[in-house]
């Protein structure tokens, strides 16, 4: 596993090796590839919470970390704190943004999607 900046553990590569800009407080963005570790473990546990039926694990935290435990940890580790908490919020708003489509669907509205460049016509 690649060393990532916020986990705080120690880095088994060499820190001269690393190219990437330093911001003020010393904090250096993931690269590509730590960014797909993130991504790869934000997918599986959506899936573990999926297939237990958790929609919100913040809402849920007891439930998502008893039922998704390894999953979760290995989220929480390859990724930093700001994206989890992130990644879950927009879970939950995708949610409910899929249900109200559902239930305009029901009603007889028309929720196709406005042509490219918005909605705000010509210029």
């Not at 705080?8 to 330093?22: A, M, V, Y």
């Amino acid at each position: 596993m690649g060393w990532l900046p916020w986990s705080g553990s120690s880095s088994p590569t060499s820190s001269q090796d690393d190219t990437r800009p330093t911001g003020p407080d010393g904090y250096k963005p993931p690269d590509r590839s730590e960014r797909a570790l993130c991504w790869e473990a934000r997918d599986a546990f959506f899936a573990c919470l999926e297939s237990n039926g958790i929609v919100d694990s913040i809402k849920n935290d007891a439930q998502a970390r008893q039922a998704c435990a390894a999953s979760l940890q290995r989220f929480e580790k390859d990724c930093a704190a700001s994206w989890v908490t992130y990644f879950k919020k927009r879970r939950v708003m995708e949610h409910q943004r899929e249900m109200t489509i559902r239930r305009l669907e029901k009603e007889g509205a028309d929720v196709s999607l406005p042509p490219q460049g918005g909605m705000g016509g010509r210029r």
